[in-house]
């Protein structure tokens, strides 16, 4: 037995009665889908007018530009961006990561190093250590 209740009446669908509801489904699609072009089918008329008159505008209508209101072609980004070389990183056993951060300007830590392992945040509360398990 299906988990849906029929409308009005407090029984549970069968799958027969599943499948009729599905049925109804389906033929009200069908019918929709015949009744849509004589109700709706002026707005796909109106967009191909509205389309072809459009093409046609833009054939006819080329219109020359004074100098002064022309658009410039795009410069080239390497004329004002300058990208230098990077320095040389330094033999470190990290290699590559975080070799920058000895420039105190580019510092990870801005707040001070962190401590870790040594405290319990239960202790400093006071707790005691079952108190989370």
């Known amino acids: 037995m ?3 209740k029929l409308l009005g009446s407090g029984k549970e669908c069968s ?20 009744a849509w ?11 191909k007018e509205m389309q072809e008159e459009s093409n046609k505008l833009k054939d006819v209508v ?12 795009p410069t080239p980004p390497e004329k004002y961006i300058q990208v ?13 990561t975080g070799w920058r951060s000895a420039v105190p300007e580019l510092q990870l830590e801005r707040y001070g190093k962190v401590q870790c392992g040594k405290k319990s945040f239960l202790k400093e509360l006071g707790w005691a250590f079952d108190a989370c398990s």
């Open 2 to 4: 299906a988990a849906c």
């Open 15 to 34: 799958f027969v009665d599943q499948d009729e509801i599905w049925k109804i489904h389906v033929k009200i699609e069908l019918q929709s889908a015949k």
């Open 37 to 47: 072009p004589n109700k709706w089918g002026f707005l796909t008329r109106s967009y």
């Open 62 to 73: 080329k219109l020359e530009l004074p100098q002064h209101l022309q658009t410039r072609p």
């Open 84 to 96: 230098g070389p990077s320095p040389p990183v330094p033999q470190t056993t990290q290699a590559q």
